[in-house]
């Protein structure tokens, strides 16, 4: 397994922008399947975005769609979500998690993934 730290989550106002990273352990990032979670208060946990390992496949939330940017750095072992226009409702611990896979696929079920870091907290104010 791969071991996932997340960072760059905080407290922003409404309309703002955050960029959540999460850097990754082993030399074997390149072949990993990746994705952000999160879990609101009270709430299951739940998709927001994921990236295929090659970095040309992405899928998103609907909410989130035209919002929120996955991206990827293998040279530096790390996943990138570029959040803008946040709302209230994007308040949140955000997850990232990884699995190894052999097809170039999104993977958008939490119950696929091996690997989960300990979560950033987003709180988005009014």
């Known amino acids: 397994q791969v071991q996932l730290v997340e960072s760059g989550g905080g407290l922003v106002q409404a309309g703002g922008s955050l960029r959540l990273s999460c850097a990754a352990s082993g030399r074997t990032f390149s072949s990993y399947a990746m994705g952000w979670f999160r879990q609101a208060p009270g709430k299951e946990r739940e998709f927001v975005a994921a990236?295929?390992?090659?970095?040309?496949?992405?899928g998103y939330k609907d909410s989130v769609k035209g919002r929120f940017t996955i991206s990827r750095d293998s040279a530096k072992n790390t996943l990138y979500l570029q959040m803008n226009s946040l709302n209230v409702e994007d308040t949140a611990v955000y997850y990232c998690?990884?699995?190894?896979?052999?097809?170039?696929?999104?993977?958008?079920?939490?119950?696929?993934?091996?690997?989960w870091g300990q979560g950033t907290r987003v709180t988005v104010s009014a």
């Open positions: 990236i295929s390992w090659s970095g040309r496949n992405t």
């Open positions: 998690a990884a699995k190894p896979m052999y097809s170039d696929s999104v993977l958008e079920v939490g119950g696929g993934y091996d690997s």
